[in-house]
C-alpha cells in the first residue's frame, strides 16, 4: 500500500510543508525550503506520494522588513487624586 504523503505551501512561513509516514510507520512533519528539498528530505524519510501539481511554482514573497527593537515599557507610577 503506498505511503500518502500530503504537501502544501505555507504563505505564512514561506516554506514548504508534509504530513507522511517514515518508513516505521510514524507520524512526521517535515519543513523545506523548497519543493526540491522537500522532495530529498521525503525520500530520505522513506516517504513518497503525490506533491505539487506538475508546473506549480510558489508564489515570490517578498523580504520581510528587518525587526526593531521595542523600547522597554516603563509605566508611569499611578496617582490618584481625590
Known sequence: MPNRVTCWYG????????LARDSAGRWRLVEA???????????????????????????SRPADPPLRPIAARNPSPRHHYH
Do not use: M
Not at 11 to 18: C, F, L
Not at 37 to 45: A, N, Y
Open 11 to 18: 504563505k505564512a512561513t514561506g516554506s514548504w510543508w508534509a
Open 33 to 59: 525550503a523548497s519543493q526540491a528539498d522537500l522532495g530529498r528530505r521525503l525520500t530520505e524519510l522513506g516517504a513518497y506520494g503525490d506533491a505539487a501539481p506538475p508546473g506549480f511554482a510558489a508564489p
